[in-house]
């Protein structure tokens, strides 16, 4: 399979943190890459646990940057908001949603059990059209930034495994099954069709 020519998609919960660093690892690896939020809002650190910054999908993220560094430019530079927030909007405008996108993937990467789950079951309540098979794979991936970047090289490594092999359908399960024993994570995979 040529470079470019694996579709993959990257889903967490707001688009933000893990997707868009697994986004930005894959693009420059040359990948025909996008990045999906499966939440109802995207959320975002706030000045303690109980108060997160919540913002509509439509929000882009320039107006958070500029929304964050207006409440507590310093907090939010120290806790590495505003530099992610800058690495995505680098990216692309805004967060997106999964259950929005209509295009058709050869794999789809998600960062969290529960988001593994809304991509499926947002796959299987699509009605068949084309029978393409699409991979969804889980590799669990805690939301910091440290925790992101290692995970994004972990997905980008199976993506680029995927691309050389000569038939996706018959060689994932092996492929996947050698991940979890080099990483010492499990990773989730099914098979749904568009």
């Not at 690495?87 to 993937?105: G, W």
């Not at 794999?107 to 699409?134: G, N, P």
């Amino acid at each position: 399979m040529p470079e470019s020519a694996l579709r993959v998609a990257v889903v967490c919960s707001s688009n933000q943190n893990r997707s868009m660093e697994t986004h930005s690892v894959l693009s420059k690896k040359g990948f025909c890459v996008r990045s999906f939020g499966t939440g109802t809002h995207v959320k975002l650190p706030g000045p303690s646990p109980d108060k997160p910054n919540i913002y509509d999908f439509k929000t882009t993220y320039q107006q958070m940057y500029n929304d964050l560094e207006s409440k507590d430019k310093e907090l939010y530079t120290q806790n590495g908001i505003l530099h992610m927030l800058e690495r995505n909007r680098r990216l692309k405008p805004r967060p997106e949603r999964f259950q929005c996108c209509r295009d058709h993937f050869d794999v789809i990467v998600t960062c969290e059990e529960r988001v593994y789950d809304q991509v499926v079951e947002e796959l299987h309540a699509r009605d068949e059209v084309t029978f393409q098979s699409v991979h969804v794979i889980n590799a669990d991936i805690l939301d910091n930034h440290e925790d992101a970047t290692l995970g994004a090289f972990l997905i980008c490594e199976i993506c680029q495994c995927i691309q050389h092999m000569d038939d996706v359908d018959d060689e994932m399960d092996e492929l996947l099954q050698d991940f979890e024993d080099h990483c010492g994570k499990p990773l989730l995979h099914t098979v749904c069709f568009y």
